[in-house]
């Protein structure tokens, strides 16, 4: 018999705030990061703050900024919360990495200091449906599967693994427990309140706070996840016409200005032509126009 999992993942309008909290959110943030990065907590929440920068470079890039980006002196750590999965939004992810990479270079002398990049993306699904709880991405060979180069690591957290686990199983694991909040629902997240441990009842209640200032429902369920997911695709849909319809468009513009220079060439090409005692009939096989055509052009 199979057993139906309700699913809830937290409102991505919280989570976000949840982040860029000032106090808790960087507290929460460096511990999710000593964690899932294997750092110490204090040297994470000593040396990151929550960046100001604004990746997106033109409106024409991105149609969003990344959710929160944390910097230090040595790495650039861009956590993403994803409610689902979509083309559109793995390109979005994919475009900033580019742009933290790019953004990080004034002159040809940075390329030396670049900082080492981090996207950590907080999933609602399975990213590669191996029923892992993490998947880290590397530059790497595809034959030999040696990693290249570390400069860039991403991340894929797959909280639905926590949805086949009680709470019991998960609490004495430092990551996954403070990684529960994001799929709890409700119920559960009234019981962490109440539970015993002090982090779980920071978070949570920071959550609550949250929430309660904006009047939003704490966790998304399915129906709606889908129906972001529709919209999404729909956008998707929209963004493709559009680019049709633009590359036709400029097609069309492109043929009718070389249609024109050609016309201005053979204008030019007959009269140079005429001028230098050339007969209208070696003009007409030489240019393939009419004699008429060529009179018409002399007399302009």
Do not use: W
């Not at 910097?71 to 992810?93: F, G, P, T, V």
């Amino acid at each position: 018999m199979t057993t139906t999992i309700e699913r809830h993942f937290l409102n991505e309008k919280i989570s976000r705030k949840l982040f860029k909290n000032e106090k808790f959110g960087k507290r929460y943030a460096s511990i999710l990061i000593s964690n899932i990065l294997n750092l110490d907590y204090n040297y994470v929440y000593n040396n990151i703050s929550i960046g100001t920068d604004d990746i997106s470079f033109s409106a024409k890039t991105l149609t969003n900024v990344a959710d929160t980006i944390y910097n230090s002196d040595k790495m650039i750590i861009d956590i993403e919360i994803n409610s689902y999965n979509s083309e559109r939004k793995k390109r979005q992810l994919e475009s900033y990495i580019f742009q933290l990479h790019l953004g990080q270079l004034k002159s040809h002398k940075d390329y030396m200091n670049m900082k080492r990049i981090y996207q950590i993306n907080i999933d609602n699904y399975d990213l590669l449906g191996k029923n892992d709880f993490i998947y880290e991405i590397y530059l790497m060979d595809k034959k030999y599967y040696k990693i290249v180069s570390d400069i860039v690591q991403i991340i894929h957290i797959n909280l639905d693994y926590l949805r086949y686990l009680d709470y019991t199983e998960i609490k004495e694991k430092p990551l996954m427990k403070n990684l529960y909040v994001f799929i709890c629902g409700n119920n559960n997240l009234d019981n962490l309140i109440k539970s015993g441990d002090e982090l779980m009842k920071e978070i949570a209640k920071e959550v609550k706070e949250i929430s309660g200032l904006d009047d939003i429902d704490f966790y998304l369920t399915d129906e709606e996840i889908l129906e972001l997911d529709r919209q999404d695709m729909i956008k998707e849909m929209r963004m493709e016409v559009e680019k049709e319809v633009r590359m036709k468009v400029e097609k069309e513009m492109r043929m009718k200005v070389e249609k024109e220079v050609r016309d201005e060439s053979q204008k030019e090409m007959v009269k140079k032509l005429y001028s230098n005692g050339v007969s209208f009939d070696i003009i007409s096989k030489t240019i393939n126009l009419s004699i008429d055509e060529i009179k018409k052009i002399i007399e302009e």
